[in-house]
């Protein structure tokens, strides 16, 4: 409601930027977040799906706003009447009770009472109504927003970073939040009261009332400057606060390395550039508002001067009377006075607009790797996987995979191996769908896998990626990932089969203990044997290891892998090592070699030919003594 | 749980920062006194002008002179209100920004034991919202509060001027306005804190999940975050809601009391003045005064609530500022302009800040001496202590018990910053920025100007020549935490890094793990250079990285049980034969763990 007639005003050509822009591009998601200057179809197209945005977010809280809304209006309506009830106390109960009629003196009292009553309560119901319809709002977009990010793909994030979502979701959602809480709030007040001064005034005498109305031309010439700049002010402010943001989350997540590496000092340095910046655009929107809003109260003072002299006038004249004159003098001093809460809801407004246009362009991001829209069901997979003349580049990067064909028959351990950035991760993530092939199609037990729905592909696929992520949470958490409904007994079981259990016993609160923000808490093999037990829970049809055990000592490396023969029996596996020992359990090796596959064949075979295999075994093999 | 501090407790802690701007703000304040004055005195103005002036004097100079009084004051009312921003918005956000930018070099020097405890999300709150909060009270609320106060004594004393017994009546209203003030106070300070906490742990989930994707998206559990985090953000929801709720019933009773005690003004009022003891015109008076008062009262709730979130920010700010730095350099530290590059670990234990007293520390007197430009591999199985042990050189933790030295100078003894020039470490987890390959691998070199043949030498030795072939060389940015690259790129390029430091001694913790034999081998033949005359300690899980050392120490449990070659222990040691050998042969005290492994066996095939 509050913002439809300001969605208009921002609609209007912007007669800023014309001529000799390129074609801009309407969808831009967050392809332009950056940017402060924006051309008018990019301006546009940003503040449309910004208020589509508030639109969706308001309207499945529709009774909420309606009776906050409800409260705000009858609030005032009680606020107004105090007053009211005061004079004509003074004008009518004291006359009435000189005669000895005190009736009308009770009755003003009482209602002063009721309408004291009244107006206290209803706003108190106000500000609470108003704080759920904001909180439900604002819940609404942090899950949508977080939603949306899981979804997006690893394509994305890698571009994006963990610190701009991460300032999406607070300093932005902050500038939202505080529109809702405190702007809202003086719009409609501010807006009731000059409703009903308006009116008086107009009741009053009319003319002063078109003299008030010219009022509305420089301030609406004043609105527009405001609005021009501010929305610029507010977008760099969110552009830098970003920035400040990215810098702020990977010092702190990269702390050992920037200890390390004395980085502390360079990293202020630029740190304190970024808050400078930040303190500058603030100065920049604040002083706009500096000027905004003394600007509205001259207009407002200036026209009330102007409603005395012509006041003043016509009393000379004798077409008004003085006690006339000094209500409409009154009247529209008071009429000017909510001007200043307008422009404090004007300027919250500009500050969230600006942040909706962050936000919104996040949730317009199409994921690049989609969940199909009539999936195939798959209910228990086989583990059967199929490349049909698959590459793959990362984006528009050069090609990593060229075209291949590859059968991977079911419950087949296949081992991985080749030159580090050979591209082995790289076939395992697109196997595992983090990304969707260039060309050709990959499929599972015949199925595509464009056309599984994410829950069946995960449930038969799953990848224990090179980085062993822990979340902060306790160890059985952890484990709990790969099946969230596994029973301890299911937990522990998975940790023995790993090897875990035994150093998991043996910390303070043993598979309780909270590992701390990225698995701190425990050794990077540890980390590894976790994530692992992870993956045994989990108990897919297809399991890929990226070079699962690469941090583990030989001896944990062998329990590992004489859990792991139990665990494949018949299963689809796909082991990525350096150290040539999986191959001891693997059916079949492939060797990758920039992307394409150049030798295949069981370990037997390949060791006792001449190929690039057998050099590589024989130089593991030497390496072991 | 934080300890409780009364308001002005931290409103001391402010204070260093606030003084300088003192001045400025009082200013402020006057500006915006004079902004009330003259909202209060323009309608009194308008009697006078119009009731007097114009009723009597019946000429057109008169309206001229009269609108133009109009038009002066009205124009300072705006001055006064730009005036009030002018005088305090640069200094508010000064102190805003130098409390930003402190805090970061604060976060920056603070242990790495602080950092294991503390999301980036709490602190990320505490860096941007928390002092957003701080200065729009120093530039708004604490100046309007003041106003507020001022102008409400000042109108209670003059309607106590005008009528004492109506005053009275409406004074007494204020007791319990007071009192339930302190409630208040209590309750809304204790929402408010917890509220910006929740915030804070909300933060940090969102950047767990972002940093986890991969790992939700390999077992599709984005559901169960979404979940977790969900719940998060209701119980957030929960707390602003009753925030609402503790402001709402103040201001209830803020705006309800004195408008209670009106009404009985009102009819007190019009008695008395039958009965003579006021005017009518005074009565008239009272009640416009009254009315100012009571308009004021109403914005008393709000400003007493940003107050206290105020408070409560200050309180979060102080938290980290007031954690002490556990690892500083001494006061006069020693120089080593060219060390020799010894180090001796002597008697050194150390156990985790989080250890439970009864449990045995991590590393356990260790004794251990490396020879200047000696390398020394450090052997042991998954959990035993080594790169805990690796981080005590270059002090990212300090030793809780004995020593380490550097040519026989305590490390404690030197500044933080010399220690760190002469010692470089390759961690296990490679943590690269998002910033040029060229920046992450010369992160520890001085800026010089053979930058670029040191970049070329360490990238070489790396054998990471694969930069060449990113689509800008060295100058291509790489992903978040160089997740772009395959895991042995990175590992590659944070060795790099280590090596580009030219550092005395050299400290690698598995160094090589993501690499296949063959670039291992390159690398290998490559370092063997550049180890000759480093002292370098080196984690080690293969024989492979083994044959890089001219010694290996075997470690057990936080205690280094062995030292020698690396044939003198395969001889010697059925411990190191297990730990790096593929034999087989398992020590005796392993029997049990491989009966328990028969054991789960036996009970998987049942
Ligand atoms: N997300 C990405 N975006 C762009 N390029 C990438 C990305 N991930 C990997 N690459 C590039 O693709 C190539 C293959 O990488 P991949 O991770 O598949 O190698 P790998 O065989 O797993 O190597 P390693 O043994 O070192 O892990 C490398 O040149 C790498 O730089
Ligand atoms: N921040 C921490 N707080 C408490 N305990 C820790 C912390 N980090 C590690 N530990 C514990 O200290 C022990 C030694 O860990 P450390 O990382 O030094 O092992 P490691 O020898 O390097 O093992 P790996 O070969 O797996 O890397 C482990 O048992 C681990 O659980
Ligand atoms: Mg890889
Ligand atoms: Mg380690």
């Known amino acids: 409601m509050s913002a439809a007639p300001k969605q208009e005003k921002q609609e209007k050509p912007n007669r800023r930027t014309r001529a000799g822009q390129p074609p801009s591009i309407i969808s831009s998601g967050v392809s332009n977040e950056d940017e402060v200057m924006l051309d008018r179809a990019q301006n546009k197209s940003v503040r449309t799906r910004s208020f589509k945005l508030l639109g969706s977010l308001i309207r499945p809280n529709r009774r909420q706003f309606i009776w906050t809304a409800f409260l705000v209006v009858f609030s005032q309506i009680a606020r107004v009447a105090g007053p009211a009830i005061i004079a004509f106390g003074i004008d009518h109960a004291l006359p009435s009770l000189l005669q000895g009629d005190s009736a009308l003196l009770w009755a003003a009292g009482i209602t002063y009472l009721i309408a004291a009553v009244l107006a206290a309560t209803l706003t108190a119901g106000y500000v609470l109504a108003a704080a759920r319809l904001s909180q439900e709002m604002l819940l609404d977009l942090r899950l949508r927003v977080f939603r949306h990010t899981q979804r997006l793909s690893l394509e994305f994030h890698e571009k994006y970073t963990s610190g701009r979502i991460i300032s999406r979701q607070t300093s932005d959602l902050e500038a939202l939040r505080e529109l809702l809480d405190s702007g809202v709030s003086s719009l409609a007040s501010g807006l009731m009261y000059m409703i009903f001064t308006a009116v008086t005034i107009f009741v009053l005498d009319w003319p002063t009332g078109l003299l008030l109305l010219v009022a509305a031309i420089p301030m609406t010439f004043l609105a527009r400057w405001y609005q021009k700049h501010s929305q610029i002010a507010y977008r760099s402010s969110r552009v830098v606060s970003a920035k400040l943001i990215v810098h702020f989350i990977e010092t702190m997540t990269g702390i050992r390395a920037v200890k390390a590496f004395r980085r502390e000092k360079v990293n202020a340095d630029r740190y304190d550039e970024l808050a400078e910046d930040y303190r500058k655009v603030t100065v920049r929107s604040i002083n706009l508002n500096g000027v905004f809003q003394p600007g509205l109260v001259l207009i407002g003072n200036v026209t009330v001067a102007a409603v005395l002299l012509f006041g003043g006038f016509r009393v000379l004249g004798g077409s008004l009377e003085v006690g006339a004159l000094l209500a409409l003098l009154l009247y529209s001093k008071r009429f000017f006075q909510p001007v200043d809460q307008m422009a404090m809801f004007y300027n919250s407004f500009q500050s969230a607009a600006a942040a909706l246009e962050k936000v919104s362009g996040l949730l317009e991001e199409v994921p690049t790797v989609r969940p199909p829209k009539n999936p195939v069901p798959l209910k228990d997979a086989q583990g059967l996987i199929e490349f049909d003349g698959v590459e793959f580049r990362y984006g528009d990067g050069p090609v990593i995979l060229p075209r291949m064909d590859l059968t991977i028959p079911a419950g087949q351990t296949i081992a991985l191996v080749g030159q580090t950035g050979a591209g082995k991760s790289t076939l395992a993530k697109v196997i595992a769908r983090f990304y969707d092939v260039s060309e050709g199609s990959i499929t599972l037990d015949g199925v595509d896998l464009r056309q599984l729905s994410p829950q069946d592909l995960r449930r038969a696929v799953v990848m224990v990626t090179q980085e062993a992520f822990l979340f902060s949470g306790s160890v059985a958490d952890n484990i709990a990932l790969g099946k969230p409904e596994a029973s301890r007994e299911e937990i522990e079981q998975a940790a023995r089969a790993v090897g875990a259990h035994d150093f998991i016993t043996s910390l303070p609160e043993g598979y309780d203990t909270d590992v701390n923000k990225r698995g701190g808490r425990v050794s990077s093999g540890q980390r590894q044997l976790i994530s692992f037990a992870r993956a045994f829970l989990a108990d897919p049809a297809v399991l890929i290891l990226d070079e699962a055990t690469s941090s583990l000592d030989i001896p944990s490396e062998r329990l590992v892998q004489q859990g792991l023969q139990k665990l494949l029996g018949n299963r689809t596996a796909l082991i990525i090592a350096h150290r040539l020992s999986t191959v001891e359990i693997a059916d079949r090796v492939l060797v990758v070699h920039d992307g394409a596959v150049v030798e295949d064949g069981t370990p037997a075979d390949l060791i006792s030919g001449n190929g690039r295999f057998a050099t590589l075994h024989a130089a593991w093999q030497d390496s072991l003594v | ?606």
């Open chain 2, 1 to 606: 749980m934080p300890t409780q501090t009364t308001l002005w407790e931290s409103l001391r802690r402010l204070y260093p920062h606030l003084k300088p701007i003192i001045p400025r703000l009082v200013l402020g304040l006057f500006a915006a006194l004079g902004a009330s004055v003259m909202v209060l005195a323009i309608p009194q103005v308008f009697r006078v002008l119009v009731n007097d002036a114009l009723a009597e004097g019946q000429a057109s100079s008169t309206v001229w002179i009269a609108s133009g009084i109009v038009l002066v004051l009205g124009v300072l009312e705006a001055v006064f209100v730009a005036l009030r921003r002018f005088f305090v918005i640069n200094p508010a956000t000064t102190v805003e920004t130098n409390l930003r930018t402190s805090f970061y070099r604060h976060l920056q020097n603070l242990a790495v034991a602080f950092h294991d405890r503390w999301g980036s999300g709490q602190l990320l709150s505490r860096a941007m919202s928390d002092l957003n909060l701080m200065r729009r009270w120093m530039a708004f609320g604490a100046i309007m509060l003041v106003v507020d106060a001022i102008t409400l004594t000042a109108g209670v004393a003059i309607m106590f001027f005008m009528s004492w017994p109506l005053a009275l009546i409406f004074l007494t209203a204020a007791v319990p306005v007071m009192i339930y003030g302190f409630r208040f106070r209590t309750s809304y300070s204790r929402v408010s804190r917890k509220s910006q906490d929740q915030a804070g742990d909300l933060a940090t989930t969102v950047e767990e999940s972002v940093h986890g994707i991969r790992v939700l998206k390999a077992f599709g559990r984005s559901r169960e975050a979404l979940d977790a985090f969900s719940d998060q953000a209701e119980e957030l929801r929960e707390t602003e809601i009753h925030k609402a709720k503790s402001l709402a019933t103040f201001s209830l009773i803020v705006t309800l009391l004195p408008e209670l005690a009106l009404g009985a003004s009102l009819v007190t009022g019009i008695l008395l003045a039958v009965n003579g003891d006021v005017t009518i015109g005074g009565l008239v008076a009272f009640f416009a005064t009254a009315g100012v008062v009571a308009g004021r009262v109403e914005f008393i709730g709000p400003l007493l609530a940003m107050t206290f979130t105020a408070k409560t920010a200050i309180d979060r700010h102080y938290e980290v500022m007031e954690s002490e730095n556990t690892i500083t350099g001494p006061p006069d530290p020693r120089t080593l302009p060219d060390p020799h590059g010894e180090v001796t670990f002597d008697d050194v234990s150390f156990r985790y800040p989080d250890a439970k007293d009864t449990s045995t520390s991590v590393i356990d007197g260790v004794n251990l001496t490396l020879r200047a430009g000696e390398t020394m591999a450090l052997v042991g199985v998954t959990g035993c202590g080594k790169s805990t042990l690796l981080q005590l050189v270059p002090r990212l933790y300090d030793v809780t018990g004995g020593a380490i030295r550097i040519d026989g100078i305590d490390l404690r003894e030197f500044s933080l910053e010399e220690l760190r020039r002469h010692v470089a470490v390759a961690f296990e987890d490679t943590t690269l920025f998002s910033n040029s390959v060229r920046e992450n691998v010369l992160m520890g070199v001085d800026a010089q100007d053979d930058d670029d043949a040191i970049l070329t030498e360490a990238l070489d030795v790396a054998q990471a020549h694969f930069v060449y072939s990113l689509p800008e060389g060295v100058d291509t940015l790489i992903g978040e935490e160089g997740l772009s690259l395959s895991g042995g790129q990175r590992q590659r390029l944070a060795l790099a890094r280590a090596i580009a430091a030219k550092p005395r001694v050299l400290v690698l913790d598995d160094p090589l793990s993501a690499l296949d034999v063959r670039t291992e081998e390159l690398v290998e033949e490559r370092l063997r250079e550049v180890l000759a005359d480093t002292t370098t300690l080196i984690v080690a899980h293969r024989p492979s990285t083994v044959a890089l050392a001219d010694r290996v120490a075997l470690m057990e449990n936080g205690r280094i049980s062995e030292v020698g070659t690396h044939t003198e222990l395969l001889a010697r040691s059925d411990h190191y034969r297990y730990v790096i050998a593929s034999l087989t042969e398992e020590p005796v005290d392993l029997d049990s763990e491989l009966e328990e492994l028969e054991h789960n066996d036996q009970e998987a095939r049942a």
